[in-house]
């Protein structure tokens, strides 16, 4: 299989695949746990998709690299054009995806797209991987809502 890689002095999006788009994890170093943390998802822990009149379209990317770390890809299907960034800016602890779709065609469509996944697995890695096993949360921000 093969990868996309992007990251910054923070964050690290190590396995972007090819394929479909799907980031599998994201690490980071964790001075407190004095080793590298990696997020993961069974099926993904983060999955971009477009939907048209309510049916889920498959992703064909066709993959670019702006600025020589920047990935990005578009995938055309049907009369949609969907395009994926992940972004890892210099400075920042986090990492953003952008989404655009556009109808390429005519005649206005009922569409849905974003970004799905699953938080199933963390695991701190030194010279060695152990699963943590204290438990997952998420918070809510008061800033953005999300």
């Not at 170093?29 to 993904?44: I, N, P, T, W």
């Not at 986090?94 to 206005?108: C, H, I, K, Q, S």
């Amino acid at each position: 299989m093969n990868y996309q890689v992007t990251g910054n002095e923070y964050i690290s999006l190590p396995t972007i695949r090819e394929s479909d788009g799907v980031v599998e994890d994201v690490t980071f170093l964790y001075m407190q746990v004095k080793g590298l943390l990696e997020l993961r998802g069974k099926a993904g822990l983060i999955r971009p998709y477009m939907e048209a009149e309510g049916q889920r379209i498959p992703l064909h990317p066709r993959w670019t690299r702006e600025h020589c770390w920047i990935p990005g890809f578009t995938s055309e299907e049907r009369t949609l054009r969907f395009s994926c960034v992940y972004l890892t800016p210099i400075g920042e602890r986090g990492f953003m995806v952008r989404l655009v779709l556009e109808n390429t065609g005519d005649a206005p469509q009922q569409v849905r797209f974003g970004v799905e996944g699953e938080w199933s697995q963390t695991l701190h890695e030194i010279n060695e991987t152990t699963e943590l096993n204290a438990g997952r949360e998420a918070y809510e921000s008061g800033w953005n809502h999300m």
